[in-house]
């Protein structure tokens, strides 16, 4: 096989794999935040309009490490950002995971990360409709027309565990 063959079928395998990868980007509409609407909250604070403005959704769960660091983050972005412009929302998802749903390890998750933004429980239903969300955590950045400006999803055996603040701040700020 010619070095030149050998170059051109890696580029088509490379080419394959990116586009089996893929995901068609997300469009945040009104069944979006219907769907968010219509989940039971976590804490006290209710979730917003979210029209014509960023939003930022991500999935967690109280026994996630990487989910407290990203808290961590949301809160300075909620510092920095009036809610008029940035909503944001927390998804409980993988709560039960290993059959040990705990109220309590909820209670001490939210008195040390101390969320500024909505929390709801997460469903089957709302995570198929972002596509499937099989990770935690698991964040989207929406630009202001509803569409999908940034992802992260924390993979199994990856150094980069949650998004970081500066990371999100590059984000909303090339966003606003």
Known sequence: MSMRTLIFTFALLVG???TADARAPLQFDESFHNALSALPTIGSQPLGDTERK?????FFAS???????EFKSLNAVRERYDEKDVAIVAVNWFEDWGNYKSGKRMQRFLAST????PLV???????????????IPTLFVF???GREAF???HLQGAEKMHVET??????LDALQ
Request: aromatic share 10%.
């Open 143 to 145: 630009d202001r027309n």
């Open 63 to 69: 026994w996630c490490p990487p989910c407290r660091w």
């Open 54 to 58: 960023i939003v930022i959704v991500t």
């Open 114 to 117: 101390k969320p500024q933004f």
């Open 16 to 18: 394959l794999q990116t």
């Open 166 to 171: 500066d990371e999100l701040i590059g984000v």
């Open 121 to 135: 429980e997460g469903t089957k239903t709302l995570t198929d409709k972002f596509g499937g969300v099989d990770r």
């Open 151 to 153: 992802s992260f999803v």
